[in-house]
């Protein structure tokens, strides 16, 4: 029997999924399962309206908080002799980093919860919006105005919303891996036209 794909992107259209797809899930949670869906809701998966722009804005608040504490840190490392290009690419790898766990336990969390909630790509799951708005700040200089944050987080919702080729491809991958693919690539692409956008302010000024 066919079931309807859902997703946290308010304006994607729905795909059929097969029941063999999702995994059928246990009769009684355990604390794992718990655990999964708290990573993979993020806390506003349930919210009303639009729960992948809920899952941005934890993004976003994430980045903001990153970028906080690297300028606590940085500003007392450059007392001491620390170069600041050293200092921006030991930024950017840490970054990297934290995305990438972010998404690695995105992929186990979306799993499970798809198995919990009987959904392929449940829309209470935004743990792949949040690592995807991280992504679309990578390229980003540290210490830049609130217009490139707020420049990135809507150029992130517009390719998550709008998928161009090959990101509504990856949806079809299977559970977690289908569930982050998406919004890793539309990240990826929202980080580099913002990475475009800033180069191309800096020449004009």
Do not use: H
Not at 73 to 92: C, V
């Amino acid at each position: 029997m066919p079931v309807i794909k859902e997703s946290s992107d308010e304006l994607n259209p729905p795909a059929i999924q097969t029941e063999a797809a999702i995994a059928q899930p246990r009769s009684r949670k355990g604390l794992t399962d718990y655990v999964a869906l708290c990573v993979a809701t993020c806390g506003v998966g349930y919210l009303p309206l639009a729960p992948g722009t809920w899952g941005s804005v934890v993004g976003v608040l994430l980045y903001l908080l990153f970028e906080a504490a690297c300028l606590r840190a940085f500003t007392f490392m450059q007392g001491r002799g620390f170069d600041a290009t050293e200092l921006y690419l030991l930024r950017t790898t840490l970054l990297v980093l934290i995305i990438a766990l972010i998404t690695l336990a995105g992929v186990w969390a979306a799993t499970r919860a798809e198995s919990l909630l009987r959904r392929k790509d449940p829309g209470a799951v935004v743990i792949d919006e949040v690592a995807g708005q991280m992504i679309a700040f990578v390229f980003v200089p540290a210490r830049v105005g609130p217009w490139m944050i707020i420049a990135g987080f809507i150029l992130f919702r517009l390719f998550d919303i709008w998928k161009p080729y090959p990101v509504r491809r990856l949806e079809s991958l299977e559970a977690g891996l289908g569930v982050m693919g998406d919004d890793v690539l539309a990240g990826i692409y929202a980080a580099i036209t913002l990475s475009l956008v800033w180069l191309a302010v800096t020449l004009a000024g």
